[in-house]
């Protein structure tokens, strides 16, 4: 189980109990300060995946600007400086969303949750795992690494099928159809 699924209703629990009387300058603070630990750890990730000169290439399929899928092979320093550069904006679009959210509407719980929801997420990245915590890039952390979709969750796994199990079961059910027809032509 994810760190992250336990971290945030907790989060949630503790803001209601204990920020209400509390000045939301104060929030902003903690929000500021957890930031600057994010960055911080995002640093020295930085700096570790610079300083690394581990052999192989790995190769990874992306999807171009038309949609279609390219397979690139890179050295490993460079996928893992690609992967540090998504994680980067990952983190900066969710900083800046609260943070407009914060002034536009002054919402306080999203400023308290999602620092921390920051913090959680570069300790589950695969590139904090191998290059920080010393482990193995096997398992979850193998290369190329496994893309998060949320959205596959939420529907059972369809999001992340692609068009051929699709064809497959279009196939399937149209072959029964064909046994009916030959039957009655009998």
């Known amino acids: 189980m994810k760190t992250s699924m336990l971290v945030g209703p907790a989060v949630m629990l503790l803001h209601k109990q204990y920020t209400a009387n509390l000045d939301p300058m104060y ?10 630990v994010a960055l911080a750890i995002f640093a020295h990730l930085y700096q570790q995946i610079a300083r690394s000169q581990q052999p192989g290439t790995v190769t990874y399929k992306s999807k171009d600007s038309k949609g279609r899928n390219t397979e690139h092979t890179v050295s490993i320093k460079a996928y893992d400086q690609i992967e540090l550069k998504k994680l980067a ?3 900066a679009t969710g900083t800046i969303f609260i943070g407009g959210l914060y002034l536009w509407k002054q919402f306080t ?16 990245s695969p590139l904090v ?13 193998a290369r190329p690494f496994k893309e998060d979709n949320p959205l ?12 051929e199990p699709a064809a497959d079961a279009a196939a399937a059910a149209a072959e029964p159809a064909d046994n009916s027809i030959q039957k009655k032509k009998s």
């Open 129 to 141: 795992q191998i290059h920080m915590l010393g482990r193995a890039a096997e398992g979850p952390n």
């Open 109 to 124: 719980q999203p400023l308290v949750i999602q620092p921390i929801m920051s913090v959680v997420q570069l300790y589950e």
């Open 27 to 36: 929030l902003v603070y903690f929000a500021v300060a957890a930031t600057g």
């Open 89 to 91: 904006g990952k983190l």
């Open 152 to 163: 596959a969750a939420l529907t059972g796994g369809l999001a992340g099928q692609q068009e």
